[in-house]
Each structure stands twice: as structure tokens, then as C-alpha cells.
């Protein structure tokens, strides 16, 4: 893996030119727009993109926190065909961390997010005028299903994936992870992992963060989200500098700093587990950060007027990039239609 990286590290004017070339939209009805917009009192960065404006909006609440989602923008390329994609970096997260800093970025919670995401969307919905699509990933799967219950009039569909479902998955993330290491007969794995999780509530941000590498690393049929998927498009992204991705990591310590508190005991189902609008759950079938099982579990206790849960095949955390062309087909086939024929389609 290092060598891989060091290839892409060699590579990288080379790929990103090539990168800018292929993101290049020239149809008629395209839109493409990238800037700083005025949200809840800041500036805040969003990227809209796709080839056809009239297409429906997939707007993106990102996880981490602080872990922006448009360094993927490349990899995204072939949804913008049918999608108009809408990535937002969040208050304290990207662009918006880099423009703002900590004193501009003021105090962070969910209910900070949450806001400010609607106001996003009553953004979007003033300027292209087409239904949205809200897509929760990951730590952004809780300030997205707030966002889909209290406002269910601006959003014609909640997608989670990723979906986390509070602190109740913990534990099965931790079994999960000894099961895989075990397989692998990593006992230096399962010997730290053991150690880590005796201290449960009393870890450190640095030894919370060396049992989430444990994790990720512990499963190695499906891609590392770190080494795999966020660091090459991280270091390839023709639309990110390496200033950028130094205020990247600067926006993710402060981010997680200032939600762990909340990130320790939010729980989504004691937010109401009625939707008003239809709600699906697009989850990797091997996910041990958000556990496949604990997601499914919340989406059975789930009241929607129309609702699916779909696994994405060889896929960890991270589904939607990681597998992104199955995850496109899901939204093709599952999504898309209902949200562009609604009576016709809801059950």
C-alpha cells in the first residue's frame, strides 16, 4: 500500500489534469457551479454539478465529521448523467474550515448542522427548482434524518447509508472487528483491540481513533475507506490544493473535537422513528464502522409511507464510493423513478 501511494503521490499533476479533463460538462442543460454561499451567518462552500439541470438533486450531508465529500467528485462523474449532484462541506469541515477558521466557525453541534443544512436546501430548492434527494452518509446520516423529519416538505427522499443508528452499534462494531482479526490470526490486532475497548468510555480522542483504525483494517475483502478510497482521492482531486488538505485534517480534529460529546450518546431512534417522506437505506452488506445488522435493525423500527432497505455486495463503510457503480444502479432503478413519478410508485 505504501508503494501504491507513492505511485499516486509521483503521479499526481499527471492525474489530476487528466482528472479536470474528464470532470469537463459541455451539454446544453448542464449546470455546473462551485462557490462560497451565506449560510447560517458564514460562508459555507457547495459544488453543484450535473448534466442536465432539470435532473432531480442529490445533495450530500457528509460524514467524518468534517470529512467532506467532494474530493470525490471524479469518482462521482458518471451520476452527474442523471443526478444533479449538490456537495456541501460543512461548517468546520473543507473549504468552508479553511475560509472561516476556528473563531469564524463558531460553536458545532448537530442542531448547528441540522440548520444550516436546511438552509442548504431552501437554497437549492430556489435555485434549480428540481426535487431533492437527501443523502446521509456516515456521522452525516444523524444531522441528515433530522433534516428529513423536521423538514419533510423541502425533500422528495432520505437515503442513509452508512446509517448510523447511535451508541448501541458500538458494541457490535467492536465484535466485529475481533471476529475479523481473529479470522486473519492478527493476535497483535486483537491483543490492542482487547485493550482499547476495556477503557470503553474513557478513551482518549488518540486511542478512540487507533480502535476506529483497527476497524477498518481488520476486514481486508472489502476496501480500506482510508488507504482505498479517502486518501487517493484526497491527493488526486484536481480541485483541492495541499493547503487544502492541510486545513482538511484541521477541520476534522477541530470538528471531532467539538462533537464527541454529542457523538457519544446521540441516538436517532429517540428523534422519532416516523418519516413523512419515503426513506431508503443503501448499506455496504460487510459495514463494522456502522454495522450492516444495527442498521437494519433501526430501519425495521422505521414508519415511512414508502420505505427499502438494500445492501451494496462487497462493500464496507463508505458504500456509495467504495461500490460506486452498484449504488448508482440502486438509486437508478429504486430512487429516481419514485421521485420522479411519486403516485405512481408509492406504496
Given at each position: 500500500?505504501a508503494?501504491?501511494?507513492?505511485?499516486?503521490?509521483?503521479?499526481?499533476?499527471?492525474?489530476?489534469?487528466?482528472?479536470?479533463?474528464d470532470?469537463?460538462?459541455?451539454t446544453?442543460?448542464?449546470?455546473?457551479?462551485?462557490?462560497?454561499i451565506?449560510?447560517?451567518?458564514?460562508d459555507?462552500?457547495?459544488?453543484?454539478?450535473?448534466?442536465?439541470?432539470?435532473?432531480?438533486?442529490?445533495?450530500?450531508?457528509?460524514?467524518?465529521?468534517?470529512?467532506?465529500y467532494?474530493?470525490?467528485?471524479?469518482?462521482?462523474r458518471?451520476?452527474?448523467k442523471?443526478?444533479?449532484?449538490?456537495?456541501w462541506?460543512?461548517r468546520?469541515?473543507?473549504?468552508?474550515f479553511?475560509?472561516?477558521?476556528?473563531t469564524?466557525?463558531?460553536?458545532?453541534t448537530?442542531?448547528?448542522?441540522?440548520?444550516?443544512?436546511?438552509?442548504?436546501?431552501?437554497?437549492?430548492?430556489?435555485?434549480?427548482?428540481?426535487?431533492?434527494?437527501?443523502?446521509?452518509?456516515?456521522?452525516?446520516?444523524?444531522?441528515?434524518?433530522?433534516?428529513a423529519r423536521r423538514r419533510?416538505?423541502?425533500?422528495?427522499?432520505?437515503v442513509g447509508?452508512?446509517?448510523?443508528?447511535?451508541?448501541?452499534?458500538s458494541?457490535?462494531?467492536?465484535?466485529?472487528?475481533?471476529?475479523?482479526?481473529?479470522?486473519?490470526?492478527?493476535t497483535k490486532?486483537?491483543?490492542?483491540?482487547?485493550?482499547?475497548?476495556?477503557?470503553?468510555d474513557?478513551?482518549?480522542?488518540?486511542?478512540?481513533?487507533?480502535?476506529?483504525?483497527?476497524?477498518?483494517?481488520?476486514?481486508?475483502?472489502v476496501?480500506?475507506?482510508?488507504?482505498?478510497?479517502?486518501?487517493?482521492?484526497?491527493?488526486?482531486?484536481?480541485?483541492h490544493?495541499?493547503?487544502d488538505?492541510?486545513?482538511y485534517?484541521?477541520?476534522?480534529s477541530?470538528s471531532a473535537?467539538?462533537?464527541?460529546p454529542?457523538?457519544?450518546?446521540?441516538?436517532?431512534?429517540k428523534?422519532?422513528?416516523?418519516f413523512?417522506?419515503?426513506?431508503?437505506v443503501?448499506?455496504g452488506?460487510?459495514?463494522?464502522?456502522?454495522?450492516?445488522?444495527?442498521?437494519?435493525?433501526?430501519?425495521?423500527?422505521?414508519?415511512?409511507?414508502?420505505?427499502?432497505?438494500?445492501?451494496?455486495?462487497?462493500?464496507g463503510?463508505?458504500?456509495?464510493?467504495?461500490?460506486?457503480?452498484?449504488?448508482?444502479?440502486?438509486?437508478?432503478?429504486?430512487?429516481?423513478p419514485?421521485?420522479?413519478?411519486?403516485?405512481?410508485?408509492?406504496?
Amino acid at each position: 500500500m505504501a508503494v501504491n501511494m507513492l505511485t499516486t503521490l509521483i503521479t499526481r499533476k499527471s492525474t489530476q489534469k487528466k482528472l479536470a479533463k474528464d470532470l469537463l460538462i459541455t451539454t446544453p442543460d448542464a449546470i455546473v457551479e462551485e462557490g462560497f454561499i451565506k449560510i447560517g451567518g458564514i460562508d459555507q462552500w457547495i459544488t453543484i454539478r450535473g448534466e442536465d439541470q432539470h435532473n432531480p438533486v442529490l445533495f450530500f450531508i457528509h460524514g467524518g465529521p468534517a470529512s467532506t465529500y467532494s474530493i470525490f467528485t471524479p469518482l462521482l462523474r458518471p451520476w452527474e448523467k442523471y443526478f444533479t449532484l449538490v456537495q456541501w462541506d460543512q461548517r468546520g469541515a473543507g473549504k468552508t474550515f479553511r475560509k472561516n477558521g476556528r473563531t469564524g466557525t463558531g460553536p458545532l453541534t448537530f442542531e448547528r448542522l441540522v440548520q444550516d443544512g436546511i438552509e442548504v436546501a431552501e437554497f437549492l430548492r430556489t435555485r434549480i427548482s428540481q426535487p431533492i434527494i437527501l443523502v446521509g452518509s456516515s456521522v452525516g446520516s444523524f444531522t441528515g434524518t433530522i433534516m428529513a423529519r423536521r423538514r419533510p416538505d423541502l425533500f422528495a427522499a432520505y437515503v442513509g447509508t452508512d446509517q448510523n443508528t447511535g451508541p448501541d452499534a458500538s458494541e457490535l462494531s467492536y465484535q466485529l472487528t475481533l471476529e475479523w482479526l481473529r479470522n486473519a490470526g492478527n493476535t497483535k490486532g486483537v491483543k490492542a483491540v482487547e485493550k482499547l475497548r476495556a477503557k470503553k468510555d474513557q478513551l482518549t480522542p488518540r486511542e478512540a481513533t487507533r480502535l476506529h483504525q483497527w476497524t477498518i483494517k481488520a476486514n481486508p475483502t472489502v476496501p480500506n475507506m482510508i488507504m482505498d478510497l479517502i486518501l487517493p482521492a484526497m491527493l488526486t482531486s484536481p480541485n483541492h490544493t495541499l493547503r487544502d488538505l492541510m486545513e482538511y485534517f484541521k477541520g476534522m480534529s477541530f470538528s471531532a473535537e467539538q462533537l464527541a460529546p454529542e457523538m457519544k450518546t446521540i441516538d436517532p431512534r429517540k428523534l422519532g422513528r416516523r418519516f413523512d417522506l419515503p426513506f431508503f437505506v443503501l448499506q455496504g452488506d460487510t459495514d463494522a464502522i456502522t454495522p450492516t445488522a444495527a442498521a437494519k435493525a433501526y430501519f425495521d423500527e422505521i414508519e415511512a409511507p414508502y420505505k427499502e432497505f438494500v445492501l451494496i455486495k462487497q462493500a464496507g463503510h463508505l458504500a456509495a464510493f467504495a461500490r460506486s457503480e452498484q449504488f448508482l444502479n440502486e438509486l437508478l432503478q429504486r430512487v429516481r423513478p419514485l421521485v420522479l413519478h411519486p403516485i405512481i410508485n408509492a406504496k
